[in-house]
């Protein structure tokens, strides 16, 4: 059997409000997207997440129908020459959307599967449905409303339920209905993005605003966003002094998001001008712990390098 899938995404203003669907049929298709975020990272997420919804399915052939050739490229020609370089391009630049593109090269192990590139916006009837719903996601981003989230894969293989029940992977929210005479703001609509410029000049206030995002549960249970926030070689030391790789704990939050948390601002020290550390007492249901955080800056974009926590003697 041949699963066929048209994957697609979109971004307002690239880079701006941004969503990613795939679809298969009208009961068997699911889109998500980020406050901000760019439309070859809607592309690559709607890949990723056919993948993942598809991984209890792993005899089954998927041809993944694609308007885009920067992905179809990505992941057919040029990942094998990337990871040999350290996930570098030939000039010896980062790769773009590395934390993407490692999630998809896991995830295709052991897959059969084959991209097939379709015009976008011809009239091809899957790929206008994904593009629909990918639209419709960052329209809903753009406009505070419910974000269409679908009902995930349950055509081919109805008795496995939808894959946002997989083992490893966390349920899909249900949308929540914004409340009478207010619109629903997104989940990030009170602090500032990664990918946005500082406009007051503080970035001081960006690094804390994002430090705080990460303690919220629903960003540690959204893989995406925590691989947006997360530099590319990031690593932990944990409370019980265990040492946390960018992909173990990205992939640990996924199974088990831990629970919210308080954060009581100790200093904000700007290092130089790439760099910032953050130090709080955090308070939680278990405790409180002393954190310190260190935020550099690449290409005009704040990412977690290093975090480490130590809780706090009753």
């Known amino acids: 059997m041949t699963i066929t899938a048209a994957a697609d995404g979109s971004a307002l203003g690239n880079p701006g409000p941004a969503g990613w669907a795939w679809y298969i049929d009208d009961d068997c298709w699911a889109a998500g997207g980020w406050p901000h975020g760019t439309n070859n990272q809607g592309e690559l997420m709607a890949v990723l997440d056919l993948l993942r919804s598809t991984a209890h ?4 052939h998927l041809r993944i129908l694609c308007d885009s050739q920067y992905v179809i490229n990505c992941v057919s020609k040029w990942m094998p020459g990337w990871k040999r370089k350290g996930w570098r391009k030939a000039d010896g630049k980062p790769v773009l959307n590395v934390d993407l593109l490692q999630q998809i090269d896991e995830a295709v192990k052991g897959r059969s599967y084959e991209f097939e590139w379709v015009r976008g916006h011809a009239g091809h009837e899957l790929n206008e449905a994904a593009d629909v719903r990918a639209r419709a ?5 753009q406009q ?23 083992p490893g992977r966390p349920a899909r929210p249900e949308p929540v209905p914004p409340a009478t005479g207010a619109a629903e703001p997104d989940l990030f609509s009170e602090l500032p993005d990664a990918d946005r410029p500082e406009e007051d000049g503080k970035p001081e206030h960006l690094v804390l605003a ?29 409370e019980s002094g265990r ?21 009581d601002l100790l200093a904000v020290e700007r290092l130089g001008e790439e760099s910032i550390l953050v130090t709080y007492r955090s308070r939680g249901r278990a405790g409180s712990s002393l954190r310190s955080s260190l935020w550099l800056r690449e290409e005009g974009h704040w990412r977690l390098r290093f975090h480490q926590g130590t809780p706090e003697r009753a």
């Open 137 to 141: 996601v960052a329209s809903a981003y």
């Open 144 to 166: 505070g409303t419910v974000v269409p989230a679908g009902p995930g894969f349950t055509g081919a293989n109805a008795a496995a339920g939808p894959a946002s029940a997989l």
């Open 243 to 263: 040492m946390w790789t960018r992909e173990e704990i990205i992939n640990a939050l996924q199974t088990a998001p831990a629970a919210g948390s308080e954060l």
């Open 210 to 238: 994002l430090e705080e995002e990460l303690l919220r549960p629903e960003t540690r249970s959204d893989f995406g966003r925590m691989a947006v926030l997360l530099h590319r070689d990031f690593a932990e030391i944990g």
């Open 57 to 60: 399915l792993p005899e089954e």
